[in-house]
């Protein structure tokens, strides 16, 4: 069976700190990777996603990279964090197109 | 820009009752999913809807998806505390996006 791991589950970071956070699937080749944010109780707005090694598309413009080192690792990165990247961030994976999503645990930044 | 409106946005209700939650757009979507999210956790898969006018059951829950696709609901029967979370739809947007909706947040009091 497949499953998605997030680390850290927390984070606490000063302003001007960089970010690494990492999302790991098993069980699966060749996924489609994505990484979401999400405000207090409130729905998910999509970051980045990758369908395949090295190839990452941006949805909005922020504060953050992403990248994709290995099939099933995906990477989101800042140089310098800012007060408004706090949230909760989750990765997901899905297989082939217009595919069912499942979502890791999420990591929750707090930037101070 | 395609948008994906839930209403209500906070729903509390007793034990027992009845409720239904809408998910409406004005885009199309080949594809429409509802998921169920606990507090700092990840949004759990609940059913996932293809064809315009599709009625799926999941024990007390029923998803039904509009004939033109552009819509959905969910209702739930004699609700549970057990059923209190956040609820989240998303439609299947291109070949690989999905756009998810603004969340219903459920507390079922016992």
């Known amino acids: 069976s497949q499953t998605i791991h997030q680390w850290p589950a927390t984070l606490v970071q000063p302003v001007g700190s960089p970010l690494s956070l990492e999302c790991t699937v098993e069980?699966?080749?060749?996924?489609?990777l994505y990484w979401y944010r999400q405000a207090a109780g409130r729905g998910l707005q999509l970051l980045f996603y990758s369908v395949g090694i090295g190839q990452i598309s941006s949805e909005v413009p922020q504060n953050l990279s992403a990248s994709r080192p290995q099939d099933r690792q995906f990477i989101l990165s800042s140089k310098k964090l800012l007060l408004s990247d706090s949230g909760f961030y989750l990765c997901?994976?899905?297989?082939?197109?217009?595919?069912?999503?499942?979502f890791g645990p999420g990591t929750r930044l707090l930037v101070l | 820009t395609q948008l994906l409106e839930q209403s209500p946005q906070f729903l509390s209700i007793q034990e027992g009752e009845n409720l239904t939650v809408y998910c409406n757009s004005s885009s199309v979507f080949s594809s429409l999913q509802w998921y169920r999210q606990e507090p700092g956790e990840g949004p759990v898969l609940l059913v996932t809807?293809?064809?315009?006018?599709e009625v799926k059951k999941l024990k007390r829950l029923t998803f039904q998806f509009g004939d033109a696709r552009k819509d959905s609901s969910l209702h739930i029967t004699a609700a549970q505390p057990g059923d209190t979370g956040l609820y989240l739809c998303a439609g299947a947007s291109g070949t690989y996006k999905y756009i998810f909706g603004t969340g219903t947040r459920l507390k079922v009091l016992a």
């Open positions: 997901a994976w899905s297989k082939g197109s217009r595919a069912t999503q499942y």
């Open positions: 809807v293809v064809t315009g006018g």
């Open positions: 069980g699966t080749s060749n996924p489609n």
